[in-house]
C-alpha cells in the first residue's frame, strides 16, 4: 500500500467563496477503474457503530459532496458525509480516547472485485475529520448480514494500514491485494468525519451465477465489462455506457466535444471474458440535439485478433433504444463502437454467452483470487 500523495493537518477554516477551492486532491493513477462502491452497482453502507452527526449513507453518494455554512440541525453542523460524535475517555482522570478506539462502517461492494485503489475523501471536514484512518477487506458469499460480517471467524484483509489524513483532502492509497472481495471496513481513529469513500478497481464476476443466466450482457459493468479507451471524454466518461440501468438524464451517458474536423469518435471495450454475441443495443436515452449520427460496432477475438464488423454504419435516432440481432454468433474478447461524427450515445448492450474456452479462464481467474 501507498498514499499516493498524502495529506495531513487541518485545513483552514472556511472563508467564504468556493468552499472547494482549498480542497487538497491530486491525480491518482486507478480512477479510471471502475467504483466497485458504486450506488448504481448496487453497493450500501450497512452498518456503522456511530453516526450522531452524519449519516453514513452518505459516504457513497455519487456527487461531491456539498457544504452549506448555513444550515444547522438539532444535533449541530449538518454535514454531507458521515461524522461521528467526539470519543471520551473512562473518565476525569482519563479524559482522552484510547489509542485503540475508533469508529467503523460497513460497506457492501456493489460488484465483487479486486481492490486497485480507495480515495477517502474529508471534503469540508476541516478541524473534525480522522487523525487517521486503516480499511480492511472481507469476501463472504450470499448476503451476509452486519452480524455475520463481525462474527470473530471472519477473516479480514488489510487494504489500508492505520494512516494519518489530512482534513478537506481527497486522501488517496494505492492497494495491491490480488484478492477478490465484497465487503469493506472502514475505521477512522478515533473519531471524526469522511465526506466520501471510492473503491476503485475491477470486476471480479462469479462463474457460476453468469453460467445459470447463460444469456447475459457480456460488457456490463457488473458482469466484468470494461472500457479500455475511448477517443473523447470531455462531457462525461465512456463508463457510463455499460453501467446498469438506463440513462435517467443527460450527463449519465457518454458525450464528445463537438468536432471540427473529419474525424470520428469511439470507444473500445473489453468483454467479461471470450464470448459469443448474438444481439446489440445502442441506447441514446435523453441523448436529443446532440445524439450520435451513425455507429458502427466491430469484434476482435484476442488482443492480436482481426476486428470483425457485426453491425455496418447504422443511423442513430436521437433519445431512442436501437435493436440488432445478429445473423450468426460472433465470437470475441474486445469490441469497439466508432460513432459519427461525434455526440453520444447512452448505453450499449450486448448480449450472448461465454465461450467454453472463456467460461474456463473465468473460472480459474475467479479461483486464483481466492474466491
Avoid: C
Avoid at 471467524?153 to 490480488?178: I, S, Y
Avoid at 457480456?218 to 473523447?232: I, T, Y
Amino acid at each position: 500500500m501507498t498514499a499516493t500523495p498524502r495529506f495531513t493537518g487541518d485545513a483552514s477554516p472556511y472563508a467564504g467563496g468556493d468552499p472547494y477551492a482549498d480542497h487538497r486532491t491530486a491525480d491518482f493513477p486507478f480512477t479510471h477503474l471502475v467504483d466497485l462502491a458504486d450506488r448504481r452497482l448496487g453497493a450500501g453502507v450497512i452498518a456503522a457503530n456511530d453516526e450522531f452527526f452524519a449519516e453514513r449513507e452518505n459516504l457513497l453518494k455519487p456527487e461531491r459532496a456539498e457544504f452549506d455554512p448555513e444550515h444547522f440541525g438539532h444535533k449541530g453542523k449538518v454535514m454531507d458525509g458521515w461524522e461521528t460524535r467526539r470519543r471520551r475517555g473512562t473518565g476525569a482522570a482519563e479524559p482522552h480516547p484510547t489509542d485503540e478506539d475508533h469508529d467503523w462502517a460497513l460497506v457492501r461492494l456493489g460488484a465483487p472485485g479486486v481492490v486497485r485503489g480507495l480515495i477517502v475523501d474529508t471534503a469540508h471536514f476541516r478541524g473534525n475529520y480522522p487523525q487517521s484512518v486503516s480499511v480492511e477487506a472481507t469476501s463472504l458469499p450470499g448476503s451476509p448480514s452486519p452480524g455475520d460480517l463481525l462474527a470473530p471467524d471472519v477473516k479480514w484483509t488489510t487494504l489500508v494500514p492505520r494512516t494519518a489524513v489530512g482534513g478537506h483532502a481527497a486522501n488517496g492509497f494505492a492497494v495491491d491485494a490480488e484478492q477478490r472481495f465484497t465487503h469493506l471496513r472502514i475505521n477512522q481513529h478515533p473519531d471524526g468525519g469522511i465526506a466520501r469513500l471510492r473503491v476503485h478497481g475491477e470486476v471480479a464476476p462469479d462463474p457460476a451465477w453468469l453460467t445459470a443466466l447463460g444469456t447475459f450482457d457480456l460488457v456490463a459493468l457488473e458482469n466484468g465489462g470494461q472500457v479500455e479507451d475511448a477517443s473523447d471524454r470531455f462531457y462525461s466518461p465512456a463508463t457510463n455506457t455499460i453501467a446498469p440501468g438506463r440513462s435517467r438524464k443527460m450527463d449519465d451517458g457518454w458525450e464528445t466535444r463537438r468536432r471540427r474536423d473529419t474525424g470520428n469518435d469511439w470507444i473500445r471495450y473489453r468483454l467479461v471474458e471470450q464470448s459469443e454475441i448474438r444481439a446489440v443495443e445502442i441506447d441514446t436515452a435523453y441523448l436529443k440535439g446532440n445524439a450520435a449520427g451513425w455507429a458502427e460496432i466491430s469484434v476482435r477475438d484476442g488482443e492480436d485478433g482481426e476486428p470483425t464488423p457485426i453491425l455496418p454504419r447504422t443511423r442513430l435516432q436521437p433519445d431512442t433504444n436501437h435493436r440488432f440481432v445478429l445473423p450468426e454468433p460472433v465470437r470475441g474478447t474486445h469490441v469497439r463502437i466508432d460513432i459519427f461524427p461525434d455526440g453520444g450515445i447512452s448505453r450499449l448492450r450486448l448480449f450472448g454467452s461465454l465461450t467454453e474456452e472463456g467460461a474456463a479462464r473465468l473460472a480459474a481467474r475467479h479461483e486464483a483470487l481466492g474466491a
